[in-house]
């Protein structure tokens, strides 16, 4: 949203389809196509390198609520350790799908894995509001895994265990905030607040060192899938991923460009640059903007590079994040790369009423779909 520059930088990206988009690209060219696309993707990401050999190293084994829990964390070459939670039915015994549970951004990111899974009885009051305003009140790692699968739920780039400490940035930018361990809900809402601040320093520091911020946090998230698709417990063959919001924007790069991910669920999550560009960036976060990739390639082409793997979006109607008009042009962009790939079946887009959500009526409907191609 940039005012009276939006139209002339809106001229700068044709409305036409870009010189790598999979819409009615010929048959005999999709497969030639769509690896121009990916490396263009990367290219443009700027990803820093993906770290090889990364060993889970399990920190406690319970069960709790009739799943097998792990709690989990692995070492990168930069940060804090990640933490993550692995659930899957207890008693379960041979190889089991696996999925990938992606968080949200929130704007909270002082939690990261317990916005969407639970461990025990004991909830922090704002993880049970924020689970109340965008999941009807579930953790849906945990429904999903009741089903019979193996979830991976793992902290974000900048969320929970992998959070920017203050002890690691200068004073000069602190604004204020004495202490990021207050787990109070004042303690935890001022921590999110300096957070929100403080995405535009990352990100220009992200930039400065020939990187951006997609391009880390999907190689963050391509390390947990590593690690899921090594577990004796999960078939390689049967995973998939999904998350709402900031989760369904980390679906679009992760899904989009490792077919590892062989089925996937889009949530609340999908619209075009033009969209970004013209009305709805004020919104959204530093997280979802590769430069130059606009003139190439539109937003939900980037999910179409897995085509014809298995795809659901989820939106609802009245999601104040997006204008109605570009997610139906998204939804009009992905049914044509998927009519392109010759599996036009393979990709569905449900709308729902409501604002920004991945409720329980919507959880079943994705929960669905990885069963129908996972099972």
């Known amino acids: 949203?940039?005012?009276?520059?939006?139209?002339?930088?809106?001229?700068?990206?044709?409305?036409?389809?870009?010189?790598?988009?999979?819409?009615?690209?010929?048959?005999?060219?999709?497969?030639?196509?769509?690896a121009a696309a990916r490396a263009r993707v990367t290219a443009c990401m700027a990803p820093p390198p993906r770290p090889e050999a990364i060993v889970a190293e399990v920190r406690r084994s319970f069960v709790y609520?009739?799943?097998?829990?792990?709690?989990?964390?692995?070492?990168?070459?930069?940060?804090?350790?990640?933490?993550?939670?692995?659930?899957?039915?207890?008693?379960?015994?041979?190889?089991?799908?696996?999925v990938l549970a992606l968080h949200d951004h929130g704007r909270f990111k002082f939690f990261g894995k317990e916005k969407i899974a639970q461990t025990g009885r004991?909830?922090?009051?704002?993880?049970?509001?924020?689970?109340?305003?965008?999941?009807?009140?579930?953790?849906?790692?945990?429904?999903?895994?009741?089903?019979?699968?193996?979830?991976l739920v793992h902290d974000a780039y900048a969320f929970g265990s992998r959070k920017v400490r203050l002890a690691d940035t200068p004073p000069v930018i602190h604004g204020g905030l004495k202490d990021d361990t207050d787990d109070s809900p004042a303690g935890i809402a001022a921590y999110n607040d300096w957070a929100a601040e403080h995405e535009h320093v990352m990100a220009k520091s992200l930039f400065s060192a020939?990187?951006?911020?997609?391009?880390?946090?999907?190689?963050?998230?391509?390390v947990a899938l590593d690690v899921l698709c090594a577990r004796?417990?999960?078939?390689?063959?049967?995973?998939?991923?999904?998350?709402?919001?900031?989760?369904?924007?980390?679906?679009?790069f992760l899904a989009g460009m490792d077919d590892r991910i062989r089925c996937t669920v889009c949530v609340g999550m999908m619209t075009t640059w033009r969209d970004y560009?013209?009305?709805?960036?004020?919104?959204?976060?530093?997280?979802?903007?590769?430069?130059?990739?606009?003139?190439?390639l539109d937003y939900p082409e980037i999910l179409g590079l897995r085509a014809p793997l298995p795809t659901l979006v989820l939106n609802t109607r009245d999601d104040p994040f997006f204008s109605r008009s570009e997610m139906e042009r998204a939804d009009?962009?992905?049914?044509?790369?998927?009519?392109?790939?010759?599996?036009?079946?393979?990709?569905?887009?449900?709308?729902?009423p409501g604002d920004h959500q991945f409720n329980r009526a919507m959880q079943t409907e994705a929960f669905g779909w990885f069963d129908r191609w996972l099972k």
């Open 210 to 222: 020939g990187t951006t911020w997609p391009g880390v946090f999907a190689v963050e998230d391509r």
């Open 277 to 296: 560009l013209l009305h709805k960036s004020y919104t959204h976060t530093w997280m979802c903007y590769v430069p130059l990739l606009p003139r190439d």
């Open 122 to 151: 004991a909830i922090h009051p704002l993880v049970v509001q924020h689970r109340a305003d965008a999941y009807e009140g579930l953790a849906w790692a945990n429904e999903l895994a009741h089903r019979g699968y193996v979830v």
């Open 332 to 352: 009009g962009m992905l049914k044509n790369v998927y009519a392109a790939s010759g599996q036009p079946e393979s990709y569905r887009c449900s709308w729902y």
């Open 1 to 34: 949203m940039i005012g009276a520059y939006g139209p002339w930088a809106a001229s700068l990206v044709p409305d036409a389809p870009g010189p790598l988009s999979l819409q009615q690209c010929p048959p005999g060219e999709f497969a030639a196509r769509r």
């Open 65 to 98: 609520d009739g799943l097998a829990v792990e709690e989990i964390s692995w070492r990168l070459p930069y940060g804090p350790p990640t933490h993550a939670l692995v659930l899957k039915p207890a008693g379960a015994t041979g190889r089991l799908p696996g």
């Open 232 to 252: 004796a417990d999960v078939d390689p063959a049967r995973v998939g991923c999904g998350g709402l919001s900031g989760g369904g924007l980390r679906t679009v």
